[in-house]
């Protein structure tokens, strides 16, 4: 078996399922692309930002991080500390997001 392969191959799963609307989905193939290769940041971001969709803890007009997203988004800074996603992941993590209609992780 060609694990990259199958890595890569359920991280695309996952974004599609994004777009598709099936964050069960989205989920269940990022968490099998991390089993995969647990190196894998950019799926830990991923699944941070899956989670977080999902979250409905709101303080001071954020959208605070519960346990889970906040480990997926630290497992990411672990692994690529000056990453792409790395000022984004860490200003989630201490200051949530902006609760907005206009903010895709809204609901």
Avoid at 74 to 93: C, E, H, M, N, W
Avoid at 98 to 105: E, F, H, L, Q
């Amino acid at each position: 078996m060609d694990l990259a392969g199958a890595t890569h191959a359920y991280y695309n799963l996952a974004i599609v399922s994004l777009y598709s609307r099936l964050p069960d989905e989205e989920i269940k193939d990022l968490r099998k692309a991390i089993k995969l290769d647990p190196a894998n940041a950019e799926a830990y971001h991923e699944l941070g930002m899956a989670l977080m969709r999902e979250a409905n803890i709101v303080r001071d007009g954020r959208r605070l991080a519960p346990p889970k997203e906040v480990k997926a988004f630290k497992t990411y800074l672990k692994l690529r500390p000056d990453g792409y996603f790395a000022q984004y992941d860490s200003r989630v993590i201490s200051k949530g997001l902006p609760y907005s209609p206009a903010n895709p992780c809204a609901k």
